[in-house]
């Protein structure tokens, strides 16, 4: 197939567009390069062997969405494209409401005009708000942050077009936390400015570009009294979006949603101690008071989708760090500006 992918160049996007060439599909790239570099795609073009079109601009302008579905042949849709920061989103709802949400009516109404009736569609466990871990898709889903309502509202607004146009479908996957890299050492998570999440601090920690990492609390009602999280390989997560695109060419089902999780929950000190097993030293790090917003435990059921799908992670906490250590030593600074 030919498979548009939106946000092609970020952490996600762009580990499966590499997953997707490998599988024989066509890809084509939409990204307006706003949290995410171009150099990345001369990574991608190396990785893949082959020319990826990318059209750099915003899905939020409906005309040059629209003129894009009218010159390229497409079959399915993959959405990354989306602002995705808690704290900023705070700071700034409306522009994550504008962005997340105007992004995805243009996209899906020029779908809609040209025929295009594949979509794969990249939410997050965020949307299950505090309800129980382990997460079951149909819980209630709620928010505490405006990127987390944007993910509810989107996810809502597909099952909705989806009742209107029984032609389409759609699947919901709703990520976990995702971490590591690609094998190569080549492509990785790049986030700009200081990390929000836990992995990429500490990779950064390792490298010498933060001094220490900050432990946002150890009195949780866990083992260690720090949070479990359900962390995935981004290369598990890219193999999960192959599967679900297959799924849509099967099933009669309008809208599907699944969990891509690994199913168990890991706590900050053992990602830590982990990372520090990949680096071979010790780590430096401080306790200091909860982040705002955090919950004791988040960890997915993915039975749904390993039935479904007949996918699973695969990949081990010890192999997430070691790959995200091979791509922060390769890449200190991240990826090239130029
Ligand atoms: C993980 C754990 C922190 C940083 C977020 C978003 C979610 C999704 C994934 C987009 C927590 C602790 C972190 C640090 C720390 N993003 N931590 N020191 O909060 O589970 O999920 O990213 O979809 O929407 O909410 O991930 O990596 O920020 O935190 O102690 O410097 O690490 O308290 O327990 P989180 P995270």
New binding site residues.
Partial sequence: MRVLVSGGAGFIGSHTVVQLVAAGHDVLIVDHFGNSKPSVVNRLEALTGTHLPVHAFDLGDADKTEQLFSSEQIDAVIHFAGF?A?GESVEKPLEYYENNLGSTFSLVRAMRRHGVDKLVFSS???VYGHNPSPLVEDMSTSAT?P??WT?VMIEQILRDVAVADPSLRIAILR????VGAHASGTIGEDPQGI?????P??AQVAVGRREK?????DD?PTADG????DYIHVEDLAAGHLAALRKLTQTDEAVSTWNLGTGHGTS?LE?LHAFERAVGRELPYEVVG??A???AQ?FADPHRANAELGWAATRSMDDMCVDQWRWQSANPTGYPDA
Wanted: aromatic fraction near 16%.
């Fill in positions: 995705k808690v997050s466990a965020t942050n990127y987390g993910k990520y976990f936390n995702p990390p929000n999440n836990l992995m601090f500490i990492l900050m432990v946002f609390g949780y720090t949070p479990l999280r900050v990602v909860r982040r917003g955090d919950i988040s």
